[in-house]
Structure formats: structure tokens, C-alpha cells
């Protein structure tokens, strides 16, 4: 057999390894990622402690890290391959979490070596609840959506091995997928929260600008927690008489979006005397904000404006945004494109607002039934 000599600019403490054999038996050139970690992957720095500024758990990093050579050429390689940080990110915790399941479920089986079993049989433990592994609360089972969103993470992997000829098959293509709910889960607060929560943010203003301003896009734009971690100063600009922001949307298309005047007020503060490559959104001390800091501004808002901040999170924000606008009659399209979908089967989703839900037949039924109960 012959060996794969690595480029020297890929740091993984490899000098020579035997490469593995193709589906036709041939010498497969493993892939070449050029990097020493997982964790060196733009938007994969591992956070090793509360604050430290990383961008994803340590966890994560260390379980890809741990796979041996040519598994963990070809994760890091599919890693990089992700346009968007928000892919990358989605990627890396669902491959971690299978890898900790097939440890524990199937030890001695290599990640390159699944088979449709496998995947099935995760598929229902997942679900049921009665993993071992792989679950971030053991005995809880993850959501139709979550599991279906796993094994399409590992179908692309399997996908993305598959054209490097370092599997012959792949294995998730037959795994059949849960049904996923056309009604969101989200709960969506009330327009007069909603209200409320931008109000809020004016509060907080002057002493905590950022946190402001973040509350606004996420409530009045609906960008995603995700994106809206990732703008940096320059991402602001002006656009045919708008002020507009430029940011990557997940799956890497390139999106603006126009700012209401009131919202612009509160970005204005951000910008002075800035250059444009800073994160726009940054604590006291300078580090960015993370989801779990926008959570945090979300809630500081809310208590300023006397809103319950119970389970109030940057997707509730989203949610409610999204019910809002098609419960007022906006057209379908015009919320599909407010909120980056690629579907308007998604958008869909959050058409449960409260006008939908007064007009209830079920309603209509206890006042035939009942004489109003």
C-alpha cells in the first residue's frame, strides 16, 4: 500500500500515514484540512471557561480531536467545507454528540465504518430518549426537529466522503427522517410585549447601548442570534437613501436589510469612532457578545419594561416577531424574506398568532355546546 505524504503546512502531528483504501480498492489521498485542531476552524474557537470569548464548547473540540488520523482529517475537512460560522458551528455539535454515542452504543465501530443500522438505531434512541450518549439530558427525548436536523448534519458528512472516495456508500441516505411539525414550538410573546420590549431597550440606553440596540434587531428585524453576533461595525452602511445592515445569512448567502429609523437611533452609538472591522456588539470590557450575552440584554430590557423575562430568548424574540408580522396580514413572502428562509414552508411555521387563535372553531364550539363556557 502506499503513503500519503501530508503538505508540511498541516500541523496535525502526523508525519506519514498509510492511505486508506477507496471503494475500488484504490490509494485514497486523505483530506488536508491545514490545521492542528478543530478548534482552529473560523468560528470554532472552544470555550474553556464562562467569558474566556470562545465561540463553541471545549467538549465539542475535544471529541473530533480525539478521532483517530484519517476520521479526523475528513470531520475537520467537512467542518471547513461549511460557507457559513453558523453551519460550521450546527456541524460541529451534532458531530460530537454522535461520536459520543457510538463510543458508548457501538464501541469499537469507527465513524467511517457506520452503517445504516447504526444510524437507525440512533435515530430511535435519540428520539425515545434512551441514548446513553449523545443527549444533553439524559432520558429527555430531542425534539422531531433536532433529530432530523442530526442526520441530515451526518448525511452531509457521510456526503461529503462519499466524494472523496473515503466511503463507498452513504449510510444516512436511507435512514428515514421523523416527520417535523408545521407548527412552530417556539412560544411567540404578545405585539403589546413586543411593544414593550423595544421600549424597554430605550430604557436601558445610555446605560447599556449595546444591549439596546441588540433587543431592537431582534425584535424589530428578526435577525437571527447567530448573525447578529457576527456584524462588525462596517456591517452598518447606507443604501439608496436606507441605512442598511450587510451580514451572512446561514448557508452563506450574503443578505441586507433596512433599519427603521428608530432602531438606527440605537445602533448610532455603536459606530462612533469605530473601525469598521470591530464586532458592533461588545461588552464593557471588549469582548463580543455571544447568544448566551444577547439572552442577557433580551431580559434586561424586559425587566425595565416590566415584561415577564422567563424563558425569553433571542428565538423567542424571532418567534414573536415572525407571529406578529403575519398575524397583521404582511404577506407570506414579505416574512419568508424578513426572516432568511429558504422555504416558505418555514415561515409557515409561525403563522399561529393570536388572531388565528381567537377565531378558533374551538371556541365557537363551547359557545354551541355551553352558551359561552
Known amino acids: 500500500m502506499t503513503e500519503l505524504f501530508l503538505p508540511t503546512a498541516v500541523l496535525r502531528p502526523v508525519d506519514t500515514v498509510p492511505a486508506p483504501a477507496g471503494p475500488s480498492g484504490t490509494a485514497v489521498a486523505i483530506p488536508a484540512p491545514m490545521v492542528a485542531t478543530v478548534g482552529d476552524i473560523a468560528g470554532l474557537r472552544p470555550r474553556r471557561r464562562k467569558g474566556d470569548g470562545g465561540e463553541v464548547p471545549g467538549t465539542d473540540v475535544d471529541a473530533v480531536d480525539a478521532l483517530p488520523h484519517a476520521e479526523w482529517s475528513a470531520v475537520a475537512a467537512w467542518l471547513k467545507a461549511g460557507k457559513a460560522v453558523t453551519t460550521r458551528r450546527a456541524r460541529l455539535a451534532d458531530v460530537a454528540a454522535f461520536v459520543r454515542w457510538l463510543q458508548t452504543e457501538a464501541p ?101 447601548p449595546a444591549d439596546a440596540a441588540a433587543v431592537a434587531l ?121 426572516l432568511g428562509h429558504a422555504s416558505p414552508v418555514t415561515t409557515q411555521r409561525y403563522d399561529r398568532g393570536r388572531r388565528k387563535l381567537d377565531s378558533h372553531a374551538a371556541y365557537r364550539m363551547a359557545l354551541i355546546l355551553g352558551g359561552g363556557a
Open 218 to 338: 431582534l425584535s424589530v428585524c428578526a435577525v437571527r442570534v447567530g448573525e447578529l453576533v457576527a456584524l462588525t461595525v462596517g456591517s452598518v452602511a447606507a443604501d439608496a437613501g436606507h441605512t442598511v445592515i450587510l451580514f451572512r445569512r446561514r448557508g452563506g448567502k450574503v443578505d441586507r436589510l433596512p433599519v427603521p429609523p428608530r432602531v438606527r437611533a440605537l445602533l448610532e452609538p455603536l459606530l462612533a469612532d469605530r473601525s469598521p472591522g470591530e464586532p458592533l456588539f461588545v461588552r464593557k470590557d471588549g469582548r463580543p457578545f455571544d447568544r448566551w450575552r444577547m439572552t442577557t440584554a433580551l431580559r434586561r430590557a424586559a425587566t425595565a419594561a416590566g415584561v415577564d423575562p422567563t424563558k425569553l430568548t433571542p428565538h423567542t424574540a424571532r418567534a414573536t416577531a415572525a407571529t406578529a408580522a403575519l398575524d397583521a396580514g404582511v404577506p407570506l413572502a414579505d416574512v419568508q424574506e424578513l
Open 108 to 208: 469499537g465501530v469507527e465513524l467511517l465504518a457506520v452503517t445504516e443500522d447504526h444510524l437507525t438505531h440512533y435515530r430511535d434512541t435519540i428520539a425515545t430518549g434512551t441514548a446513553r450518549a449523545g443527549l444533553a439530558r439524559p432520558g429527555t427525548p430531542l425534539a422531531a426537529s433536532t433529530v432530523a436536523r442530526r442526520l441530515s448534519s451526518l448525511s452531509s458528512l457521510y456526503g461529503y466522503a462519499l466524494r472523496r472516495r473515503i466511503v463507498a456508500v452513504n449510510p444516512a441516505d436511507p435512514v428515514e427522517r421523523p416527520e417535523v411539525s408545521t407548527v412552530g414550538t417556539t412560544p411567540a410573546r404578545t405585539v403589546e410585549e413586543a411593544t414593550a420590549l423595544v421600549d424597554g431597550a430605550e430604557t436601558i440606553a445610555a446605560a447599556y
